[in-house]
């Protein structure tokens, strides 16, 4: 994750929407500031968004939690976004026997 004037940390994906994502993160990263989330590997290309909330965690050591609302995604990272969360709630889905 890229942030400020050039700075980065390592975080974790903790949820998604097609609005924002829940972040774990071992930097604490101010509310307004603008970041830039790129995944290792998978279907999701860079994801920019502003920090709307930090909270802090007693867990190690990803540390904080950030609220992560996107800024303008372009169509094929808004595809890709809808794409996972259908598969999701197919399987969340409810089975009948």
Do not use: Q
Not at 51 to 61: A, D, S, T
């Amino acid at each position: 994750m890229k942030y400020g004037n050039g700075k980065s940390s390592r975080g974790y994906l903790l949820d998604i929407s097609r609005s924002g994502a829940g972040v774990a993160s071992l930097a604490k990263v101010s509310e307004d500031t603008v970041v830039e989330m790129t995944a290792k590997e998978g279907e999701l290309a860079a994801l920019k968004g502003r920090v709307v909330r930090v909270n802090e965690k007693k867990r190690v050591p990803y540390r904080y939690d950030l609220g992560v609302k996107f800024n303008s995604l372009d169509e094929s990272v808004k595809k890709s976004i809808n794409e996972l969360l259908d598969r999701k709630e197919r399987r969340n889905a409810p089975r009948f026997p």
